[in-house]
């Protein structure tokens, strides 16, 4: 069974720090791409980043580009999305997803996890 396993929300100040988990089971990690997307309340769903596991490449969205991190641990099965600068628009659900590499969309999502800046 395909499961994707986010943790580490919480609620935090603007400009302070989270570090976002996400656990992987269930498909071989290696041939996968993880991305991490976000949902705010009335708005669409938006890409924020991902990462190519075989490889690493990385994309960041505009609006997170120098303050977001992702990372990927091979051995644990887990990408990170360490987010700093946090600002109120980070605001949102935080989703993981997980798609082959040569897949054109993602297959597997996560259940969320909620991430809350203040101001």
């Known amino acids: 069974e395909v499961q994707l396993v986010e943790s580490g929300g919480g609620s935090v100040q603007a400009g302070g720090s989270l570090k976002l988990s996400c656990a992987a089971s269930?498909?071989?990690?290696?041939?996968?791409?993880i991305g991490w997307y976000r949902q705010a309340p009335g708005k669409e769903r938006e890409g924020v980043s991902c990462?190519?596991?075989?490889?690493?490449?990385?994309y960041y969205a505009d609006s997170v580009k120098g303050r977001f991190t992702i990372s990927a641990d091979n051995a644990k099965r887990t990408v990170y999305l360490q987010m700093d600068s946090l600002k109120f628009e980070d605001t949102a659900v935080y989703y993981c997803?997980?798609?082959?590499?040569?897949?054109?969309?993602?297959?597997?999502w996560g259940q969320g996890t909620q991430v809350t800046v203040s101001s």
């Open positions: 997803a997980a798609r082959g590499d040569t897949a054109d969309r993602y297959e597997y």
């Open positions: 990462i190519a596991i075989s490889g690493g490449k990385t």
């Open positions: 269930g498909f071989t990690f290696d041939d996968h791409a």
